[in-house]
Protein backbone atom coordinates (compact mmCIF):
# COMPACT_ATOMS: atom_id res chain seq x y z
CA UNK A 1 0.00 0.00 0.00
CA UNK A 2 0.98 3.13 -0.79
CA UNK A 3 -0.10 7.12 0.12
CA UNK A 4 1.05 8.65 -2.76
CA UNK A 5 -0.43 8.35 -6.41
CA UNK A 6 1.81 7.90 -8.67
CA UNK A 7 4.00 10.32 -10.66
CA UNK A 8 3.28 12.64 -7.48
CA UNK A 9 6.23 11.70 -5.37
CA UNK A 10 9.58 9.37 -5.63
CA UNK A 11 9.31 8.47 -1.58
CA UNK A 12 6.63 5.98 -0.71
CA UNK A 13 5.72 4.46 2.59
CA UNK A 14 5.48 1.07 2.77
CA UNK A 15 2.80 -0.26 5.02
CA UNK A 16 3.01 -3.94 6.63
CA UNK A 17 0.30 -5.58 8.55
CA UNK A 18 -1.24 -8.63 10.31
CA UNK A 19 -4.76 -9.76 10.88
CA UNK A 20 -5.83 -9.86 14.89
CA UNK A 21 -8.58 -11.62 15.90
CA UNK A 22 -12.05 -9.87 16.90
CA UNK A 23 -11.94 -8.76 20.83
CA UNK A 24 -16.19 -9.45 21.12
CA UNK A 25 -16.37 -12.68 19.36
CA UNK A 26 -18.70 -11.61 16.90
CA UNK A 27 -18.32 -10.67 13.47
CA UNK A 28 -20.36 -7.75 12.25
CA UNK A 29 -20.97 -8.23 8.35
CA UNK A 30 -22.13 -4.86 7.01
CA UNK A 31 -22.50 -6.70 3.07
CA UNK A 32 -25.48 -8.25 3.13
CA UNK A 33 -26.92 -5.50 0.30
CA UNK A 34 -30.04 -7.26 -1.39
CA UNK A 35 -28.66 -8.58 -5.12
CA UNK A 36 -31.15 -7.89 -7.24
CA UNK A 37 -30.85 -9.45 -11.31
CA UNK A 38 -30.45 -7.38 -14.12
CA UNK A 39 -33.51 -8.54 -15.70
CA UNK A 40 -35.79 -6.95 -12.71
CA UNK A 41 -33.90 -3.59 -13.59
CA UNK A 42 -33.89 -3.29 -16.98
CA UNK A 43 -37.56 -2.59 -17.36
CA UNK A 44 -37.38 0.08 -15.21
CA UNK A 45 -34.38 1.99 -17.13
CA UNK A 46 -35.22 1.23 -20.74
CA UNK A 47 -38.73 1.44 -20.65
CA UNK A 48 -38.71 5.34 -19.58
CA UNK A 49 -35.81 5.90 -22.30
CA UNK A 50 -37.89 4.32 -25.18
CA UNK A 51 -41.02 5.86 -23.90
CA UNK A 52 -38.80 9.50 -24.36
CA UNK A 53 -37.44 8.50 -27.84
CA UNK A 54 -41.18 7.66 -28.96
CA UNK A 55 -42.41 11.01 -27.44
CA UNK A 56 -39.88 13.05 -28.66
CA UNK A 57 -39.99 11.00 -32.08
CA UNK A 58 -43.93 12.45 -32.14
CA UNK A 59 -42.97 15.97 -31.26
CA UNK A 60 -40.75 16.97 -33.84
CA UNK A 61 -42.99 15.28 -36.45
CA UNK A 62 -45.89 16.20 -35.05
CA UNK A 63 -47.49 19.35 -37.55
CA UNK A 64 -48.09 22.11 -34.86
CA UNK A 65 -44.20 21.52 -34.26
CA UNK A 66 -43.27 21.71 -38.21
CA UNK A 67 -45.74 24.90 -38.91
CA UNK A 68 -43.74 26.14 -35.96
CA UNK A 69 -40.23 25.41 -36.75
CA UNK A 70 -40.36 23.81 -40.07
CA UNK A 71 -38.36 26.33 -42.11
CA UNK A 72 -35.90 27.27 -39.56
CA UNK A 73 -32.87 27.18 -42.45
CA UNK A 74 -35.17 29.68 -44.20
CA UNK A 75 -36.04 31.92 -41.57
CA UNK A 76 -32.16 32.19 -40.80
CA UNK A 77 -31.07 32.39 -44.02
CA UNK A 78 -33.46 35.45 -44.55
CA UNK A 79 -32.37 37.53 -41.18
CA UNK A 80 -28.98 36.97 -42.80
CA UNK A 81 -29.95 38.74 -46.12
CA UNK A 82 -29.34 35.38 -48.07
CA UNK A 83 -31.25 33.50 -50.95
CA UNK A 84 -32.25 30.06 -50.11
CA UNK A 85 -30.82 27.74 -53.20
CA UNK A 86 -33.92 26.68 -55.16
CA UNK A 87 -33.52 22.93 -56.46
CA UNK A 88 -35.68 22.08 -59.22
CA UNK A 89 -35.40 18.90 -61.56
CA UNK A 90 -32.95 20.48 -64.03
CA UNK A 91 -30.53 22.09 -61.14
CA UNK A 92 -30.52 18.38 -59.41
CA UNK A 93 -30.00 16.31 -62.61
CA UNK A 94 -26.63 18.52 -62.98
CA UNK A 95 -25.48 18.13 -60.04
CA UNK A 96 -26.19 14.21 -60.42
CA UNK A 97 -24.19 14.30 -63.53
CA UNK A 98 -21.23 16.45 -62.01
CA UNK A 99 -20.80 13.96 -59.25
CA UNK A 100 -21.03 10.82 -62.00
CA UNK A 101 -18.34 12.96 -63.70
CA UNK A 102 -16.69 13.69 -60.60
CA UNK A 103 -16.31 9.61 -59.30
CA UNK A 104 -16.56 8.21 -62.80
CA UNK A 105 -19.48 6.87 -62.87
CA UNK A 106 -21.20 5.20 -65.92
Not at 17 to 29: L, Q
Not at 69 to 96: A, C, F, W
Request: overall charge positive.
Amino acid sequence: MTCTPYGINTQRLLVRGHRIPNADGEDKTTSDAMQLNALYIAPFIGIPICLAIVIYIFVITSSRYLKRHGDLVGKYLSQKGLKRPQMNSKNYQETINQLKIIFKYN
